[in-house]
């Protein structure tokens, strides 16, 4: 990768710098079942990176034929964000840290892209990569009206980065939605296919190239 022609790379969260789809999935499972909607470990994979409220909205469109509001979808969404606290903290990726050291050494800046809206993890982000990152380089769910697969969490991630064009940044994304959102950027994409999910569905997002592992990615920086 020719790191001068770039200046920033926007980390997504759950499933790229965390072990944490396989709680996410559980929690979604419950949440929706809850509430009468059906939604399976897949579901969870494929919609991930998308805002919650999103999700919930297009889920009980779909299946109980009404349009319910952003805040009728918090709703459920806190109640997936509860069962999702419940369980055992996900651990890093093997490979994050040495990439982001990487990446520093390199002279590019780092920023973190989520859909997510749970606070907890926003702190916990600060925790694990403070010496890396300030709260000005996490980009969330509350920073954009619309979320992946739109491009607009990623542009603004180059935004808060400094103004920095799309040509200029680099994208590390495990879901298909998130993909898109960085190739819609018109950033570098580089897909980590962390899940369950077969490569093709990364794949036909068009992404850069795709990985494995963020180990594989690491070691190749």
């Not at 996490?138 to 607009?152: C, S």
Request: aromatic share 10%; with cysteine.
């Amino acid at each position: 990768m020719q790191n001068s022609l770039y200046k920033v790379v926007l980390f997504d969260m759950d499933g790229v710098l965390y072990n944490s789809m396989p709680n996410h999935a559980i929690a979604w499972q419950k949440a929706m079942n809850e509430f009468g909607i059906h939604f399976t470990v897949a579901d969870a994979y494929a919609t991930e990176g998308a805002r919650g409220v999103d999700t919930i909205r297009s889920y009980v469109k779909a299946q109980q034929g009404k349009t319910i509001s952003e805040i009728e979808a918090q709703k459920i969404y806190d109640v997936k964000t509860h069962y999702f606290h419940e369980m055992k903290e996900a651990p890093i990726f093997d490979g994050v840290i040495d990439l982001m050291e990487k990446i520093c050494k390199s002279g590019l800046k780092i920023g973190i892209v989520t859909g997510s809206a749970q606070l907890p993890l926003i702190e916990r982000l600060k925790k694990d990569f403070g010496r890396f990152i300030t709260n000005n380089n996490i980009t969330t769910a509350y920073d954009v009206k619309r979320g992946k697969p739109n491009p607009d969490p990623y542009l603004m991630g180059l935004q808060k980065a400094g103004e920095i064009l799309p040509h200029e940044g680099i994208v590390i994304e495990n879901a298909p939605l998130g993909i898109r959102a960085g190739v819609a950027a018109g950033c570098y994409t580089v897909a980590i296919n962390s899940g369950p999910l077969p490569d093709k569905l990364l794949l036909k997002e068009k992404p850069n190239v795709l990985y494995k592992t963020i180990r594989e990615f690491a070691n190749k920086w």
